[in-house]
């Protein structure tokens, strides 16, 4: 690596991975590409519920607002997870295991942030239905998905990983296990592109609250209202 794609940060620096993509050629390998491909058709099957559905809440009401804000809150807390953990994953990917900063509190922190991101989007569209279905697009696409990594990982650091998989949860965070040492490097390909996959949750934000506003004003028409 030269260095001028390595960034120095006084920031906690990782030593294992486990919801990074391992490499291309391992057979356990799920593809990024395709479990994206599932997410996005399942999210277009959800389109007309999502543009023809009303929510049961006026507007400016208690449930709709704290909806709102809860849904703003959880999209962004989920991209900041997901680039802080890139961090940690950058330059490494499943050459060596990371277990420290994010790592060392939970396997899967990308992922952790991807669904806290979902979560917010669901919540967006003020609905409990749409949410509850968001959550089981994700438990779909990405329960198999991390076994399968998992199960590579195993094969690749034998006991090492044993060890690590036994301490620390695989999706809710531990977070007295935390441990971060002093100096991270980071590879910014990696964070740049989690960002920019980042940026989709934030530009989903505006489309939705469009959406419910051309539903307010009458220029969707409204064939549902789902809780």
């Not at 990983?161 to 531990?174: C, F, S, T």
């Not at 996959?197 to 307010?216: M, N």
């Amino acid at each position: 690596m030269s260095t001028e794609d390595t960034a120095m940060l006084s920031l906690p620096m990782p030593v294992y991975a486990p919801d990074s993509y391992p490499a291309s050629g391992a057979p356990e390998y799920v593809q990024l590409r395709g479990r994206m491909r599932y997410t996005r058709w399942f999210i277009a099957a959800l389109a007309p519920l999502i543009v023809f559905n009303a929510s049961p809440w006026p507007e400016h009401s208690l449930e709709h607002e704290l909806m709102q804000w809860g849904g703003h809150i959880l999209v962004v807390a989920g991209v900041m997870i997901r680039i802080y953990a890139s961090l940690y994953v950058g330059g490494r990917k499943n050459h060596e295991l990371v277990t420290d900063g994010p790592f060392s509190i939970v396997r899967n922190p990308l992922y952790v942030g991807s669904f806290i991101a979902m979560v917010g989007l669901g919540l967006l569209t003020i609905s409990f239905s749409v949410t509850a279905l968001l959550i089981v697009a994700f438990a779909l696409c990405y329960t198999h998905t991390v076994e399968r990594e998992e199960l590579y990982l195993s094969r690749k650091f034998g006991d090492n990983y044993a060890d690590y998989a036994q301490e620390v949860p695989r999706w809710i965070p531990n977070f007295s296990l935390w441990n971060a040492p002093g100096e991270l490097t980071v590879k910014p390909y990696f964070v740049l592109r989690t960002i920019a996959d980042g940026a989709v949750f934030f530009l989903a934000v505006p489309v939705l609250e469009a959406l419910c506003e051309l539903r307010i004003q009458g220029i969707f028409p409204t064939y549902l209202t789902l809780l």
